[in-house]
Each structure stands twice: as C-alpha cells, then as structure tokens.
C-alpha cells in the first residue's frame, strides 16, 4: 500500500525566508506531483516529477526528486504573501498504465508581512 | 476549451437522499477520476475510469457508482446518503502524466 506524508503541516513563515516542505512515500512510485489549493478552490498544478534527480523550478518555487530516498521536495525562496496556500504532494500509485494518485494531507503555508 | 467541468457547485442533501454529480471534460481524455476531500485533509479516490465503458474501484468506493458511457461524462451516483459523506468531490481528468481538476462541488448531507 502507497502511503504520502508530508512535513510539517502546517508552516508559517515571513516573508523574505527560506524554507522546505518535504514528501515522503512509502513505496516505488513512477513519479511525484506537487499542487497548490487556495481556500475554497480547486488543485492547481505546479510540478511533475517523472525520475530519480529531477528538478523544476518555477519562480520562488522549487521541487526535486529523490526517488532511491523515496523523497521530494518543495523548497520556497524568498516568500511572499502570494504563496499562501495548501501544498499537496502525491505520487502515483505502481499499477502498471496506472494513473492513480495517492495524495499526502498538505502543508498550509502562511506567510506573513 | 472549458476543461473539467462539474455541476452543481453546492448541494445539501438529507440523510437517505440519492443524487448524481456530473463531470464533463472537452479535452478527449481517456483517464478520468473521482475524489473527495475532507477539511483538512488531501484527496482520496473513489472511482477512476480509463475509457468509456471501463470503470473501477479507488480506494474509498463504498456508497458510490459511476458509469462511463462517453469519454466526456463521468456522472458519481451517491445512494442513499450518510453524513460521512458530507466532502467537497473533484471530478479529474488525465493526458501525458497531466491531471487536470474540476472546480469542486460541496456537499453537505444533514
């Protein structure tokens, strides 16, 4: 059974600072995607990380994968208030052709002036 | 395109009611999901289809059917509603390691 925890749950920071949300799953997995959920809305998607060593950045927002520790990342530089919101980390679930995302319960980040 | 689209966006129903949410997406995806999120919480499946007339069971399926009969419509039937059904469901659909969201619909069963 594929099992997503993420750490912390909740975190909040100033702006101007750094810090990392990290994804932890318990099985293989083919690869590992990152949303964001504001209040009351939808998933946005932000990352998709597909093998062992990668890494994308968009803006202040930068994930990787580590798919031999079993273990992503989301770090956040330089925050700012916009990036308050819910982050979800989830990985796909090894049932070959598989599409199914098994999701981590999400760090709320607040970032505060 | 639209994308996924789901209705209603809200609904209350009382306890033993049924109702059906709808999903429809333009995008000829073949992959398409159902999850529910509880406050707080991260989004569990409940049913996933890969192709029109193929259905199966996520990992918290009791209380719902689905059918696929299009590649665009993906309707989740809830029999008899409970409490614990009371979620916000996401309706999905996925190309190319790409999941793409619908906006939600909040239930609430008193």
């Known amino acids: 059974e594929l099992k997503v925890e993420q750490n912390p749950l909740f975190l909040s920071m100033q702006e101007g600072k750094n810090y990392t949300i990290y994804c932890n799953y318990s099985t293989t997995s083919d690869r590992l995607y990152w949303y964001r959920q504001d209040p009351g809305k939808s998933l946005e998607s932000l990352f998709v990380?597909?093998?062992?060593?990668a890494v994308k950045q968009e803006g202040r927002l930068m994930a990787s994968l580590d798919t031999k520790a079993r273990l992503s990342t989301l770090h956040i530089t330089a925050a700012v208030h916009d990036l308050s919101a819910t982050y979800f980390c989830?990985?796909?679930?090894?049932?070959?052709?598989?599409?199914?995302?098994?999701f981590g319960k999400g760090t709320k980040l607040t970032v505060n002036p | 395109n639209a994308g996924v689209t789901q209705t209603p966006k809200f609904r209350i129903l009382k306890i033993g009611q049924s109702m059906t949410l709808q999903c429809t997406q333009d995008?000829?995806?073949?992959?398409m999901y159902w999850y529910r999120q509880d406050p707080g919480m991260g989004l569990k499946l409940i049913y996933y289809?890969?192709?029109?007339?193929?259905?199966d069971k996520g990992e918290v399926p009791n209380g719902y059917n689905v059918s696929r009969s299009t590649t665009e419509d993906f309707p989740l039937r809830l029999e008899l509603a409970a409490p614990s059904q009371t979620s916000v469901y996401f309706c999905a659909s996925s190309s190319y390691y790409e999941q793409y969201f619908g906006p939600g619909t909040r239930l609430t069963v008193t």
């Open positions: 990380l597909l093998s062992n060593g």
């Open positions: 289809s890969v192709g029109a007339g193929i259905t």
């Open positions: 989830a990985a796909v679930l090894p049932q070959g052709g598989s599409e199914k995302l098994v």
């Open positions: 995008m000829n995806h073949n992959y």
